[in-house]
């Protein structure tokens, strides 16, 4: 989809700008004559929730590029909107677009904190570390209300599961008291996702997560409660934000954090036609250019699934981003210690069982 980008409108509070057909959709539709329909497209798309019923809800992690081996995603598609996401391909298995649907039509799963606690009450569970957020986030908007991701975490609490959590609300501050309870007994890893510290990239970017300063004070906060707390660097966008990576490091460790990741941006499936389109609406001075970095750091495409390569890239662009991360991670006394999350304490419960304090 191209743009006129001198007349092109931008749909405020929407990362994406346009809504591609979905792989395992058998019919499509297509603009043909967009000068006949006024703001087709463009209109203001309002945010649907559709509930999921489902039997499981925490994943087994394979790949050999992360770094836990099981995820919960209480929400599929995310109303933060960020153009770049990885997830968004996903969204086309529930029958919707990785685009604009990604972040409009929310699939909620309320069941989740149920399914949770039968899982960990079944003798297959051996306890292990839970990431939530693997694919979208865990506090999104809605989270607010629905509440879900609280609740999981009192199950985790109940069962003394370790949880690790990656987030770029600052509405996980609402639950610091449960955090502040399974620190206790070392059972939460928090990392919040800083991209910049540029608030007017934020806007266009990430147009509907928490301002990067609050984000900060997401990584204070945790920091004065003792909660190991960490700031994920990603994803770095050639040409885009690979610059910003000291103030964002250093910003970081300044507040408190501990430890610290990246990655490099990867657009997988309809990610790379979402992408090229944003980058045309909002930096078409350079959009040839970026998309042209980003091959560069993946083989001569925009997406790459080799595993241990996919997520850092490779070749000089990729190498000059890793040596700039080692040398500031060093300077800011970031990844000092090695961290583990405590598997030790888990309490096996029956079904309905509280547990006597």
Known sequence: MKHDNQNASIVKGRGAQTNPNNRFAIEAYQIDH?????????????????????????NKVTSDDLPFAYSLNPYQGCEHGCAYCYARPTHEYYGFSAGTDFESKIVVKKKAPELLRDLLSSKKWH??????????????????????????????????????????????????????????????????????MDEELRRKLEPRTSKYTDRL????????????????????????NDTHMYEVLRRAALAGAQSAGYTIVRLNGAVGTIFKDWLALHFPDRAQKVWNLIAECHGG??????????????????????????????????????????????VRLKPGQLRLF
């Open 34 to 58: 967009p000068e006949a329909i006024d703001d087709w497209e463009k209109r203001n798309i309002q945010t649907q929730f559709f509930q999921e019923n489902g039997k499981t809800i925490v």
């Open 217 to 240: 004070k997401i990584i204070e906060t945790l920091s004065k409660s003792n909660i190991h707390t960490g700031v994920m660097n990603a994803p770095i966008i050639p040409g885009i």
């Open 127 to 196: 306890p292990a570390t839970i990431s939530l957020s693997g694919n979208t986030d865990c506090y999104q908007p809605i989270e607010r209300k629905l509440q879900i991701t609280r609740k999981i975490l009192e199950v985790c609490l109940e069962y003394k599961n370790p949880v690790a959590i990656i987030t770029k609300n600052v509405l996980i501050l609402r639950d610091l008291d449960l955090l502040q309870e399974l620190q206790k007994n070392n059972l939460v890893s928090v990392f919040t996702s800083l991209t910049s």
């Open 301 to 346: 495409q925009v997406n790459d699934a080799r595993s241990g390569i996919r997520m850092k890239g490779e070749g000089q662009i990729a190498e000059i981003i890793q040596q700039q991360f080692n040398l500031y991670t060093k300077q800011f006394h970031l990844n000092e210690e090695k961290f583990e999350l405590n598997t030790a304490d888990f």
